[in-house]
C-alpha cells in the first residue's frame, strides 16, 4: 500500500512554498520532508518540484498532483470529524475573524446561541476590516463578503447568502432634500460604510442592464456600520448601508430605501476555513452554526428587499 504520509507531505510543501515554510507549519523536520517527497517523486518517476538553493516551483504535473492531494487529505478529515463528533463533545478556544459590516445584525444575532449551544466552548471574535491570513494570524474560521469568492485552493469556503449595499434615509430628510435620480444623491450630504472620507464613487446597475455612478465626499465614514445607521435615523444624510444592518428600519418604516429601481453588485456571504490540521468538533460546530443561523437571517433580508 503507498504511504499516505508522502502525499500529505508534498501537499504541505507545496501549499506553503517551501521546505522551510512547510517545517514552520506542520513541525514536521525539514529533512524529512524533503526525503519523503523525493521517494514520493521516485516512485512516481515524476518531478513534482523544481527546487534549488534559489529557485522553488510546483511542475504543471505537480499542480493537477496537489489537488488530488488536497482531495484525499479533505477527505480523510472528513472521516475523522464523522467519529469525533460523534465521541467528542465540542470545547476549547475558537478564533474568528469578521468584518464590521457582517458583524450587526448576523455574527451578533447568531454568536450567543451557538455559546449557550455549547458550554465548553470559548469564543475569541477579532473585528478586522482587511483581509485576514488565516494560517499566519491563527485564525480558525473567516466570515466574508465579496463579489466573487477567492479561489484559495488551501481553504474552503462555505457560502452564507447574498447581502447587497442600499441607499436609505429617514423620510424627515427625503422631504428637505427630494432624490429623483443618481445625479441628486451627489448634491445631498452622504453617509458611507468606507475606510476614509475621501472622495468616493459608489456604482449601480438597474434591472433593465442600466449602470450609473454616483461621485461625492461623504460626511459621516466609518468602519462601524452601527454610527453610521444611528446617523441615518437621525437624518444626518442618505447612508449607503449593507440589507441586513437596515432590515429592521426599512420594515419599519424609520428608514425608507432611496432610488429602489438601482442596487449595487450583490455580494457572497460565506465562511473561510483551513482543513491543514483538520476541523476540530469546535470548530465544525461553529461552522455548522453559522450555516445554518446566517444563512436563515440572510435570507429573511432578501425577502424584506423584494416586499
Not at 464523522?82 to 448576523?106: D, F, I, K, W
Request: aromatic share 4%; with cysteine; net charge neutral.
Amino acid at each position: 500500500m503507498h504511504d499516505l504520509n508522502e502525499l500529505a507531505h508534498f501537499a504541505a510543501v507545496a501549499q506553503h512554498g517551501g521546505f522551510t515554510a512547510a517545517s514552520r507549519a506542520t513541525g514536521i523536520p525539514k529533512s524529512s520532508l524533503s526525503k519523503s517527497v523525493s521517494r514520493l517523486e521516485n516512485r512516481l518517476q515524476l518531478k513534482l518540484l523544481e527546487r534549488s538553493t534559489r529557485r522553488f516551483r510546483v511542475t504543471d504535473v505537480g499542480r493537477d498532483f496537489h489537488e488530488h492531494c488536497l482531495a484525499m487529505l479533505e477527505s480523510a478529515e472528513a472521516a475523522e470529524a464523522v467519529a469525533a463528533r460523534a465521541t467528542n463533545e465540542p470545547a476549547g478556544n475558537v478564533r474568528m475573524s469578521c468584518p464590521q459590516g457582517l458583524l450587526h445584525e448576523l455574527a451578533e444575532q447568531a454568536l450567543p446561541g451557538f455559546l449557550l449551544r455549547y458550554p465548553k466552548v470559548t469564543l475569541e471574535l477579532h473585528v478586522i476590516n482587511r483581509r485576514v491570513d488565516l494560517i499566519e494570524e491563527g485564525i480558525d474560521v473567516a466570515m466574508r463578503a465579496r463579489e466573487r469568492i477567492d479561489d484559495e485552493r488551501s481553504m474552503i469556503a462555505r457560502p452564507l447568502g447574498m447581502s447587497r449595499l442600499v441607499l436609505v434615509a429617514h423620510p424627515g430628510f427625503l422631504e428637505r432634500h427630494p432624490v429623483t435620480c443618481l445625479e441628486d444623491i451627489a448634491r445631498c450630504p452622504t453617509i458611507a460604510l468606507q475606510a476614509d472620507a475621501r472622495p468616493a464613487e459608489w456604482h449601480f446597475t438597474r434591472e433593465d442592464g442600466a449602470t450609473g455612478s454616483v461621485v461625492q465626499r461623504p460626511r459621516l465614514v466609518s468602519g462601524d456600520s452601527a454610527p453610521l445607521l444611528e446617523a441615518a435615523l437621525r437624518g444626518v444624510g442618505i447612508a449607503l448601508l449593507p440589507s441586513h444592518v437596515c432590515r429592521r428600519p426599512l420594515s419599519s418604516g424609520e428608514l425608507l430605501e432611496v432610488l429602489p429601481e438601482w442596487s449595487t453588485p450583490p455580494a457572497t456571504v460565506h465562511l473561510v476555513y483551513t482543513t491543514r490540521k483538520g476541523l476540530r468538533p469546535s470548530v465544525r460546530a461553529l461552522v455548522d452554526h453559522l450555516v445554518t443561523e446566517v444563512s436563515a437571517l440572510l435570507a429573511e433580508s432578501r425577502r424584506d428587499d423584494t416586499h
